[in-house]
């Protein structure tokens, strides 16, 4: 462990990771400092009432807990109700509208056919590229996966523009995740437990926080000049902040939301509608009220979503990992890895795209970990290897 023995911690960000960590620590009865430079707990996960309407609404996004980890599942439900929450996506391509992921509904009304599970999974055989051996990037994936008639309408251009890059700059991976379904399941998800909070994500904070070994530090940035005052720092902010840019920026993408409130109760019957088409500029249109059926609200509130580079003061969502960043982001882990006292954790401090049940799993682990090793005297890694 760092010099300092004292059970005084650093946390540095306010959301899943850090306040995971934080309230498994301070039950063990370390005093934890929580830093959080926004003005709200939470991070991205923040839910509020909106004025205008009473909806709950997700602030910067929707959020959809699903997972097929109990353990994950049982920690998470300590500090809320969950609804049950069926994420049902539909999406708008070229002047239609289709459920997603692609299920044998999706098949049938695109072609304009009425197949058998069996009878569609020969029919995509025949219409995909089984040329292709080896997909080496996401458009080699998709026309390998789903062929060409369906690439182009649901994926090209709708990942053109979350992205920002052509498809065959990306990794074939990030296809691999999606569903194709043969039958007419349109859950998204397909994890054992699958809720939403019944009075949104925020509440789940305010009582993971609620401990008297906990001060959070709300508008607060944490000078790393600070960090011998703690025996160690838990840091969940992006990793080539905390160095301060020394190799220069990672890569990420960031969210602009446009908020309007239509004349109507009901904008579009679903929480979630994605425009696959180019030429529409935004990716997908989210009505907040439909996160929380068990809710009546006689007003509505939307969000039109863009996806852009991000840029100096904006809010870091997705890291872009392709082979081009992996020189410079192995920079950042040899000094993560070589800086004494300190863990890097959650989607910006490991530099990953990470789930919230994935990221209460690490915090959990690293809370864990940090514990025993404040024991036994072992060194704390800087970093899981799963950062790699």
Known sequence: ??????????????????????????????KCS??????????????????QTGVNKHVYGPHIFHTDNEKVWNFINQFAEFMPFVNRVKAIAKERVFSLPINLLTINQ???????????????????????DEPQNFREQALKFVGKELYESFF??????????QPEELPASILKRLPLRFNYDDNYFSHKYQGMPKN????????????????????????RDKASSYSHVFYSGPIDHYFDYQFGSLPYRTLDFEVFYPDTNDYQGTAVL?????????????????FSPWESHEKTVCYREFSRECS????????????SEQTQLLEYISLAENEDGVTFLGRLGTYRYLDMDVTIQEALEIAEKFLMCFETGEKMPALSEKTR
């Not at 010099?3 to 498994?24: E, L, M, P, R």
């Open 312 to 323: 100096e003061g904006d809010i870091p969502y997705y890291p872009i990992r392709l082979a």
């Open 274 to 290: 994605n425009y696959c088409d180019k030429d529409v500029p935004f990716t997908r249109i989210t009505e907040h009220k439909h």
């Open 200 to 223: 949104g994500y925020t509440e789940i904070f305010e009582k993971l926080f609620d401990h008297e070994n906990i001060e959070v530090k709300l508008s607060t940035s944490f000078d």
């Open 1 to 30: 462990m760092k010099k300092n023995n004292s059970k005084d911690v650093a946390i540095i960000g306010a959301g899943f990771s850090g306040g995971v960590v934080a309230h498994v620590l301070a039950e063990a009865g370390f």
């Open 110 to 132: 695109f072609f304009n056919k009425t197949l058998s599970p069996d009878q569609a999974r020969e029919f995509i055989q025949t219409i995909s590229d089984q040329t292709i």
């Open 34 to 51: 929580v830093y959080e430079k926004r003005s709200h707990i939470g991070g991205n996960c923040f839910t509020e009432r909106d004025v």
């Open 156 to 165: 090209e251009g709708y990942t053109i523009k979350q992205w920002g890059l």
